[in-house]
């Protein structure tokens, strides 16, 4: 079964850093692309970062490149997005999202997502 | 940029009713769209990928289409579990993008 458990989130102070991590199972993930989505309290989704199955190409929405850094470690099958220069607006539940494709499709989509782990941007 | 614009935001129905919600793109994006639903709380959950496949295990009430650059979710006998919020998501280029939402409630 696959699972994706987000953690690393918490209350930080504006211009702090965070570091997310999410711990992947029941799948072979070098096989697949990863992502980070957040969702503001109230709001709608907010597609983050992609990085592919290697890590040899990321890409990040606009609001938070040079900020935020996705990475991965496939020998521990974990996803991290290092964040920084943290602001009020980034206040966020932040899911990990698996990029898969469905039997014989070449259609990407989300199929698996985590639960989320909060992260408050506040002073 | 490619925007996705959800219609309507929010809908009130009622058991049995036949629901469409519509996801509008600024650009073409070819099928490279899904739609997700999410109950409050809960991480969303795929329904529809490549603008018309029904996701693995999601119920035949659920359907979807397109037309040009106008994509549309269809849930033709709405039931209890199916309120909830609903996204689409255009998968065609960067950065991807999520519509506003349509927050399905019982009437």
């Known amino acids: 079964e696959v699972h994706l458990m987000e953690s690393g989130g918490g209350l930080v102070q504006p211009g702090g850093s965070l570091r997310l991590s999410c711990a992947a199972s029941?799948?072979?993930?070098?096989?697949?692309?990863m992502s980070w989505v957040r969702q503001a309290p109230g709001k709608g989704l907010e597609w983050v970062a992609n990085?592919?199955?290697?890590?040899?190409?990321?890409y990040y929405v606009d609001s938070v490149k040079g900020r935020f850094t996705i990475s991965r470690d496939n020998a521990k099958n974990s996803l991290y997005l290092q964040m920084n220069s943290l602001r009020a607006e980034d206040t966020a539940v932040y899911s990990c999202a698996r990029r898969g494709y469905g039997s014989g499709s070449y259609f990407p989509s989300y199929d698996y997502w985590g639960q989320g782990t909060l992260v408050t941007v506040s002073s | 940029d490619i925007q996705l614009t959800q219609s309507p935001s929010f809908l009130s129905a009622s058991v049995g009713d036949r629901v469409t919600i519509t996801c509008r793109a600024s650009?073409?994006?070819?099928?490279?769209l899904a739609w997700y639903q999410q109950k409050p709380g809960k991480a969303p959950k795929l329904l529809i990928y490549g603008a018309s496949t029904l996701q693995s295990g999601v119920p035949s009430r659920f359907s979807g289409s397109e037309s040009g650059t106008e994509f549309t979710l269809t849930i033709s006998s709405l039931q209890p579990e199916d309120f909830a919020t609903y996204y689409c998501q255009q998968l065609n280029s960067y950065p991807l993008t999520f519509g506003g939402g349509t927050k399905v409630e019982i009437k």
């Open positions: 990085i592919k199955q290697d890590g040899s190409e990321k």
């Open positions: 029941g799948f072979t993930f070098s096989d697949y692309w």
């Open positions: 650009q073409g994006i070819s099928s490279y």
